[in-house]
């Protein structure tokens, strides 16, 4: 006869609710390592999807995720023109927050280098990739937009004609894709009054200039839309993406475009690199220190748990040392109900985890790797809490059997 499961026969309504609670701690401590995992999916997605082998940017920033970068269109074509480029293409990225159905709606909006990128990439569950350079958007589940549905962002209607599973920006955003010249245009997008105004300040302006004195006709471009000024350049992108030709030296490019004074360039591992160390790895030390402190409590109050089941045995423990069980029978009786309570509560984690977890507004990722860990921790965790009901075993006295 196992005398563990007889005593968890015995007394097994509190044995179900400490295995709960266990559960529920073990399914937070779970939880914790699958949003790390989620934070670190998330942050790395665009760069390990897009496929660029070089990232170029605005001189002297970690640009465009971990920082603001801005740089000229036509850097595109000085790109190109480096030996070893196979293609360049532009990036448009940033975020806007719009109101829908009356609830905050935040998109993180992805320009597509049109039409060389159309966004063939991009893991669609439903629709198309863009079809046309305008009106058309590519929508992540996770904004709650139907395919086919219309969506007012600016001045302009998108008609979104596909839906993708899983893009997601690092701060949690769903994505939203749509050519680079509507991603500029949803950006730089202002009031109708603040144009009129613009242009008012514009005529005023010009009408102290001599050669607008001389020329009255000058004056006229003040009334046209800012992107038709001769003066005034095209609107800045994000960055540039690079894709190398097949055995290309990328530290070789990268060493050319570095020289140029008005960029700097990162590989996809860098801007990987950039990532982690930044406000990833913030998260990563306050995610782990809060899994550390909930372990410690875990195995406290298991400890707690078993040392006051082994005071609820002392005349029980007493009587079979009594009759001359040897200590080995005691101990073991401790150290399976350990066990058996913390792999029960494991697995409530595990199975409740899986249920509750596709609810959180972050993505929580259960690697393989990670259960493991944890199923390690909780096997140590049982054999160290078990040590002070063994202890308290130790000092019963036969003679308390008799009292």
Known sequence: MNL?????????????????????????????????????????????????????????????????????????????????????REFVYHTIQRQRDGKPLRIAVLGLSWPTDKGEWLPLIAGRTLGQVHYEMIADQQLGLALGERVTLGKETYEVVGITENMISSSGDGLAFFSVSDALAIQFDTPGEAVRLERAARRARGEDFELAIRQPDVLENANKPASQLPAVAKPQISAVMITLTPGTDPDRVAEVISGWGDVSVYTADGQRELLLKGSVERVRRQIGLFRVLLTIIAAIIMALILYTLTLDKIHSIALLKLIGAPNSVVLGMILQQALILGFVGFGIAYLVGRQLFPLFPRRVILAHADLLQLAGIVLAISVIASLLGIWKAMKISPNEALA
Do not use: C
Request: cysteine-free; charged content about 20%; aromatic content about 8%.
């Open 4 to 88: 563990a499961t007889k005593d968890i026969r015995h007394s097994f309504g509190r044995f179900a609710l400490t295995a709960v609670g266990i559960g529920m701690l073990l399914m937070v401590v779970m939880g914790m390592g699958g949003i790390y995992r989620g934070v670190v999916e998330d942050a790395t997605l665009l760069i390990d999807r897009a496929d660029a082998d070089l990232w170029i940017v605005q001189r002297n920033t970690r640009g465009p995720f971990a920082e603001l970068s801005r740089v000229s269109s036509t850097l595109v074509y000085r790109a190109a023109a480096v030996p070893g480029v196979l293609e360049a």
